[in-house]
């Protein structure tokens, strides 16, 4: 895989753009709201939250990278919605403190990555291993979700 400045950039870019998303809303109000939810009783992700996510952010950009580098339409496409819906659906969330939106938006994620995934056993198995182990942890993911969206009616 050669290296190629512009695509970095891009790659780079599309995933800031998400992440300034995600971060505007991420303010004392929000903290506040989700530290006063009720939390299932393994919730990991309290913890983890935003270390995971920025780590989920830096994989997901090696792979938009790889993806822009062999100028692959359709896993190009799917892979900027992911990022853009990782970075809207935080913003949703603590700005109508609406469980069930940022559940649902989140689920289809869970739909997309799997297309991503298919298109990098065929292409790179590595990459398509990290995706693997990613849609591993969405299952905990929205278990979670899922479990804190019926406790917070």
Same mark, same amino acid.
């Given at each position: ?15 800031? &753009?998400?992440?300034?998303? $995600?971060? =505007?809303?991420?303010?004392?109000? $929000?903290?506040?709201?989700? =530290? ?6 393994? $919730?990991? %992700? ?22 822009? &580098? ?40 869970? &739909? ?15 990459? $398509? ?19 804190? %969206?019926?406790?917070?009616?």
């Amino acid at each position: 895989m050669e290296f190629n400045l512009l695509t970095l950039l891009v790659t780079i870019g599309c995933c800031l &753009i998400s992440l300034i998303i $995600a971060g =505007k809303s991420w303010n004392n109000e $929000a903290k506040e709201w989700f =530290k006063n939810l009720k939390h299932p009783d393994n $919730a990991l %992700m309290v913890k983890f939250m935003n270390k995971l996510g920025f780590i989920v952010f830096l994989m997901f950009g090696v792979v938009l990278y790889y993806l822009f &580098i062999r100028k692959d339409i359709i896993p190009i496409i799917t892979m900027i919605t992911i990022v853009l819906i990782m970075g809207i659906s935080p913003f949703f969330l603590y700005k109508t403190k609406n469980l069930k939106l940022f559940f649902y938006s989140n689920l289809i994620i869970f &739909i997309l990555v799997p297309m991503v995934i298919f298109f990098l056993l065929q292409t790179n198995l590595i990459l $398509a291993i990290i995706v693997i182990i990613y849609q591993l942890w969405i299952v905990y993911e929205m278990s979670y979700w899922y479990r804190l %969206m019926k406790m917070n009616r």
